[in-house]
């Protein structure tokens, strides 16, 4: 079940706030409202939200283009453009909600994991901020806010499994509460969206006239569509792993030989678009969509064997950049089918990075008072920081083999 747009219209009107703003360090009340803050890879973004999950203002400044026209994420690059629009989109998102810092009842912020440079730009306004207007400050973990984002738009009920995506991760865990994760699984070597980018960036698709602002993993969903993935048979990675981890840099080679082999044959230089271009996408896409698939696949019977999930109405969240990808999220529903699970996930735009899932993460924090700070804590940043308690080595041990599965494989693609 995707959720949709349309359940949150209702969310997104703005409301004038007039109540007692007293820090509240945890305390329950009405409407408290909090404010996040998100700057952990190339994403400058703020929102308000109140105690319910409701949107009241929003906004966000996407480094991507600056990025793709230099080939990848320059860290010096980004922290300059953090530091040169967090003010604004702090502000932006208060003005929209028609919000004062006084009203706030915490500030969240993204302080773990990412690229040092950015999170210092983050944690350091915020810092500044919550010291400024005497208001609690809530450190986010960006994974953990990208686990419980479903729940801002829908009731999913602890505990639940999440499959989390993105250019810089890929993990399975179950979520057990706000603060309490298993992780079943992580990548080996790097993400799936980094994958995604860096065939993007291998095929020169920033050339492409379809594509020239798109990221790679949205440029690689848009050519799929007119692709044929079979003429392309590669190998889904860890076929003889029987655990729930991810590797995807065996792929990425075995694409980037594809792609070398096709030049060759082709006759053209590194740097043109091929004509088979499509056809490397889908079947790029279609690779990636099995592995995520197999994996969580396994991940569902761990926890059935092991209890984890309610044996009513069990849950699967999608969640991070890559799960944006309509073709990924129709091959995993073959899964949650299969396995009677229910599968949720937040409409694209906060499925990427954003300030809701990061205000949404502290309002979470903040009904049950944990991890509430006063202004005045020192807080450092973690360019590194596993998510909950590692199990991976219990799942490799349980060597649970796949039963074999009819994937949905959309038509198109
Ligand atoms: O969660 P996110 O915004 O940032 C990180 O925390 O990494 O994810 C960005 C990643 C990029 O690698 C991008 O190529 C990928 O998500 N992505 C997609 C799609 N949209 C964004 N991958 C596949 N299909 C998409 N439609
Ligand atoms: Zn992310």
Known sequence: MFLTQVKILPRLLRRKHTFDSTPLFGKASFSRLVLGIETSCD?????????????????????????????????????????????????EALERSCVTPGQLSAVATTVKPGLALSLAIGLEFSQRFVRQHNKPFIPIHHMEAHALTARMLQPVSFPFLVLLVSGGHSLLAVARGVDDFLLLGHTLDIAPGDALDKVARRLSLIKHPQCSTLSGGQAIELLAKDGDRTLFPFKTPMGQTYDCCFSFAGLHNQITLTIKKKEAEEGVEQGTLLRCVNDIAAATQHTVASHLAKRTHRAILFCKTNNLLPSNNPSLVLSGGVASNQYIRKVLTSITETTGLQLFCPPPKYCTDNGVMIAWNGVERLREGKGILPPHVDVRYEPKAPLGVDITAEVKAAAIKLPSVRMKIPTDG
Not at 53 to 77: C, F
Request: glycine letters at 10%; hydrophobic letters at 35%; charged letters at 20%.
């Open 43 to 91: 994403d400058t973004g703020a929102a308000v939200l109140d105690e319910t999950g409701a949107i009241l203002g929003e906004s966000l400044h996407s480094q991507k283009e600056v990025h793709l026209r230099s080939g990848g994420i320059i860290p010096t690059v980004a922290q300059q453009l953090h530091r040169e629009n967090i003010e604004r989109v702090v502000q």
